[in-house]
């Protein structure tokens, strides 16, 4: 291909790429229209979106106050009940304080009346004072009177029981005595009962003895005539026997 025709090429292609560089910048000019357009309305988003979480967060630091407010109000509540409560604990301590005074005002007035009273009472108690003392005189003579007659009861009655103790000692000793005396007998009784006993078995086992030594020499006698007659009877036996075989 000649130099010739490699230009008419070149001269015959440069009206398309003209035309495609207008479609290129139309369509860059688009593009970047679009791109622009599309990143105005994200930073309208953005923007809007900000705005929301703005309105969000200042709404929320609201509900937050609001909350806060509500917990100061309810502590601010509480507190105004506790000085109302307060105040009428006050009150009534003030008014119970005012009853105390007039109750106090009352009790010194009667405990003056009770001290005028008192003294009344003391000046008769002085008198009664007087009177007991002048009984009480007359109360330890009589008093002595009877210690000194007890005291001479007390040893007349000693002497009597001394006297009577005495007697039953003596009693107690004598009957000692008798039973003393009545013990031995009863046991010189015993151990002549019981020598008595002895005897009396020593007699019984003898006579028992006697009677099996009897009655031994009798078994032993039959023993004896039962084997004679036993001898006997054989013997007779053996001779009819001898006779009776002699004869036939």
Known sequence: MTLRNKKKRKNIRAPKNKSNLKKLASITTNTLSNAYSRYKKNLEKKKIKEI?????????????EKKE???????????????????QELKIKDESLKLKEESLKLENKRLIKKDEDLGLIDKDLRVKEKEIKLRSEELNRKELDLKIREEEQKNKELKEKRKKDKYLKEMREQEEKEKELEYIKLKEWEEKFDREQKLKEQEELRKEQRFKEKEQEEMRKKEIYSNQELEASTSTLENFKIDKSSQN
Do not use: C, F, V
Not at 52 to 64: A, G, S, V, Y
């Open 52 to 64: 929301k979480l703005k309105k969000l967060e200042e709404k929320n630091e609201i509900l937050k």
């Open 69 to 87: 407010l509500k917990i100061l109000n309810e502590k601010l509540k509480k507190e105004n009940d506790k000085l109302e409560l307060r105040e």
